[in-house]
């Protein structure tokens, strides 16, 4: 005996990517701003001037990766539990990535899912983490393991926010602009070798290029069965390297610069990268200062960390492998033996 509950829909998320300044908008339903104080006290002031809502609050966490955890979480779901929020209130992410996956995050559990907006501050957040619905946290085991797929109904992209980042939230922006270069654009990757970032213009370029390529892949594979973990190129290196500094040495791009010359060494001894090419990624990630290398202490014990990876099975470890530039690879059949020799020569 048996009954089915037919389930077979389908279900449109599309929203919209706006790249200017923010237009004046009112919410005519709850409102919480989900922010850090540094943030805050940079811009809170000029969005407030753009937004307003039936009701609006501010709700401040901790700045930085470290915080990134389920104590952060639990103080803004308890907010909105004594703000009474219900399942037609809004939230805004407004900050970096640590805001924007933890807030997205709030936003898929509070009352089984509420919407949310992103309004990224940092160039990293922009061109990648406010785009395509990917949220969470992490824990003690690594990075990004407690999350969910919910998509924003917008997000709302204003250079303007750029012109107080530090140089070194900068270079972590552009190293995941490199990424998706590598990964999926041979002409962006040119392009990028010749732009100057620091030109406003050609930076809102790079913007607008870095987010088409990642909403085509997030379009063909949202739920990241395939394609779209190729937008990971860089990171199962990269989130080992901030689980062993404890997310405290390196921000989330640089350790992400650093992954990709370990999967750039790995290409090349596949044969699949030449030396050649694996030298014009290291040189344009130096180019914004980015750290290219790093003193591997125990490389079987880096290489164990890999398992934590959520892309990893109890046996074997995923890797995303550039085929060239502008040509990717995913795959869990690297011999252990070729990935130590690799974690050897850093």
């Known amino acids: 005996m048996q009954v089915n509950i037919p389930l077979i829909q389908t279900i449109d998320n599309s929203y919209d990517i706006s790249i200017d300044a923010i237009s004046t908008t009112h919410f005519d339903r709850k409102v919480a701003i989900v922010t850090n ?12 001037s753009k937004i307003s809502a039936k009701e609006l609050y501010i709700i401040t966490v901790p700045d930085g990766e470290e915080y990134k955890n389920q104590d952060s979480v639990n103080l803004i779901l308890e907010s909105l539990f004594n703000h009474r929020f219900n399942r037609n209130s809004m939230l805004i992410a407004f900050g970096g990535g640590v ?10 559990v509070y009352q089984r899912g509420i919407d949310f907006v992103q309004i990224p501050t940092t160039l990293l957040s922009q061109v990648d983490a406010s785009v395509g619905g990917k949220t969470g946290m992490n824990n003690s085991y690594g990075k990004n393991l407690v999350g969910a797929f919910h998509q ?48 406003a213009k050609v930076l809102q370029e790079a913007i607008k290029r870095a987010v088409q390529t990642k909403a085509d892949v997030v379009a063909q594979d949202e739920k990241e069965h395939g394609l779209r973990a190729a937008l990971n190129y860089g990171h ?11 997310y405290k040495k390196y921000l989330h791009g640089e350790a992400v610069a650093i992954g990709m010359v370990m999967a750039n060494e790995t290409a090349v001894k596949m044969n699949l990268m030449s030396k050649d090419e694996a030298l014009r990624v290291k040189n344009l990630l130096e180019k ?15 290489y164990e960390t890999f398992f934590l990876d959520k892309k990893s099975s109890d046996s074997s470890v995923t890797f995303i492998i550039p085929v060239g530039i502008g040509g990717v690879k995913i795959t869990d059949e690297i011999d252990e033996k070729l990935i130590l020799s690799v974690l050897d020569g850093f």
């Open 37 to 48: 104080p540094k943030v805050a006290g940079l811009h809170l002031g000029y969005l407030l």
């Open 99 to 108: 805001i924007g996956d933890m807030t997205g995050y709030v936003a898929s």
């Open 152 to 199: 924003p109904k917008s997000v709302l992209i204003d250079p303007l926010f750029l012109s107080t980042l530090p140089p070194r939230e900068f270079g972590a922006g552009v190293a995941e602009i490199v990424k998706m270069a590598v990964t999926f654009n041979k002409e962006f990757f040119s392009f990028l070798e010749s732009a100057d970032l620091s030109d």
């Open 236 to 246: 199962t290196f990269g989130h080992v390297i901030e689980n062993e500094t404890k």
């Open 288 to 302: 914004y200062n980015l750290p290219t290398s790093y003193k591997i202490e125990n490389p079987s014990s880096f």
